[in-house]
C-alpha cells in the first residue's frame, strides 16, 4: 500500500541533521582587542583600567568637545596641584579632562542576566520549534534564526534595564543621564547572532 503526501521523513532527517551540525552564536563580535569588545568585557565582568603611556588616564568632562582628546585641544593644560586639564576661556578655567591614576568599572553582567532571566523561555521556543520542524512546518535554520532573534532582543533590553552598580558622579553628568550601559546605543546596536558550523 502506498500513502501518497505523508513521507516527511527525508525532509525532517535533513532539517535535524543541520541542527546536528550547526549552532548559532549570540553576542558582541569583532576583533579580540576591538573597542567594542573591549567595553562590552569591562562591563560584563568588570575592570580595572589603566594608563598604557604616561602617569593618567584623561577622563572627559561634560564641557569637553565630543569625540576629542587632548592633542587635539589647544591651550590645554594641568594647573599646579590639581588633577584636571584645563583650558583658559576668556579668564575662567574650564575643566575638559580629570586625570586619574586608575578607573575600575564595577561588573554589570547583562548578558548573564538576559539568559537567567529568560533560559525557560529559550527551552520552551527550541521545543516549539523542533515539534514544526518534525512536523515539517520548519527548518532547523529557521529554529535558530528564532532563538538567535530572541536572544539578541533579550541582551539589548537586559542592558537597558540594568540599573545598578549605578554610574559614578562625572559620568552622570558627562551622559546626562544615570543608565550605566546606554549612552549613545551602540551596545545595543551591535548584538547580534549568526549561525555557524559546529
Known sequence: MKIEGYNR?????KELDYLKTHQVVIGFFGKRESRLLTIVG????????KPKNGEW??????????????????GLFIPKGH?????????KLVAYFYLSKLVQIPA????????????????????????????GEATGKQLLSRLGVACTADIAMSSIKLKHPKNRPATIERKGSDNPL???GELQRQ???MIVPI
Open 191 to 193: 548584538v547580534k547572532f
Open 182 to 184: 546606554v549612552d549613545t
Open 42 to 49: 569591562a562591563n560584563e565582568f568588570g575592570a580595572t583600567i
Open 83 to 91: 588633577r584636571v586639564a584645563c583650558v583658559n576661556d576668556h579668564g
Open 57 to 74: 588616564l584623561w577622563i572627559p568632562t561634560k564641557d569637553c568637545p565630543k569625540g576629542k582628546g587632548p592633542k587635539d585641544i589647544e
Open 108 to 135: 554589570r553582567p547583562f548578558i548573564r542576566q538576559a539568559y537567567l532571566a529568560n533560559k525557560r523561555k529559550y527551552t520552551q521556543l527550541v521545543r516549539r520549534y523542533i515539534a514544526k520542524v518534525l512536523a
Open 9 to 13: 521523513i527525508p525532509q525532517v532527517t
